[in-house]
């Protein structure tokens, strides 16, 4: 069993910078693949960006590539969303997730694919 406890969300304006941090319990999480999702009010639950199980591959939607950067430190159990150049339309919740099956490429992108979750931070960008 895995918790995955999100921090760092908070208001800030158009093209600041927030980093996200997840802390993970459990000594497996080094062999879970990590992502992190975002929801935004009355909208579905959408990719933002993964990172496999070693570190080796990141994985980043169109809509933050560029501004965003995920990384895993496994020896803390931590994986961290770096976020620059904020947008208004970056407002959302934020979830950290990790995946116990082996996740190849776009298998990623989808929550289905994943076995635990965070209960989110809140990201707001004012414009």
């Known amino acids: 069993q895995v918790q995955l406890v999100e921090s760092g969300g908070g208001l800030v304006q158009a093209g600041g910078s927030l980093r996200l941090s997840c802390a993970a319990s459990?000594?497996?999480?080094?062999?879970?693949?990590k992502g992190w999702f975002r929801q935004a009010p009355r909208k579905e639950r959408e990719f933002v960006a993964a990172?496999?199980?070693?570190?080796?591959?990141?994985y980043y939607s169109d809509s933050v590539k560029g501004r965003f950067t995920i990384s895993t430190d496994n020896a803390k159990n931590m994986v961290y969303l770096q976020m620059n150049s904020l947008k208004p339309e970056d407002t959302a919740v934020y979830y950290c997730?990790?995946?116990?099956?082996?996740?190849?490429?776009?298998?990623?992108?989808?929550?289905?694919?994943?076995?635990?979750w965070g209960q989110g931070t809140q990201v707001t960008v004012s414009s």
């Open positions: 997730a990790a995946a116990t099956d082996g996740l190849i490429g776009s298998m990623y992108y989808y929550p289905r694919n994943y076995n635990y």
């Open positions: 459990g000594r497996t999480f080094s062999t879970y693949g």
């Open positions: 990172i496999s199980r070693g570190g080796g591959y990141t």
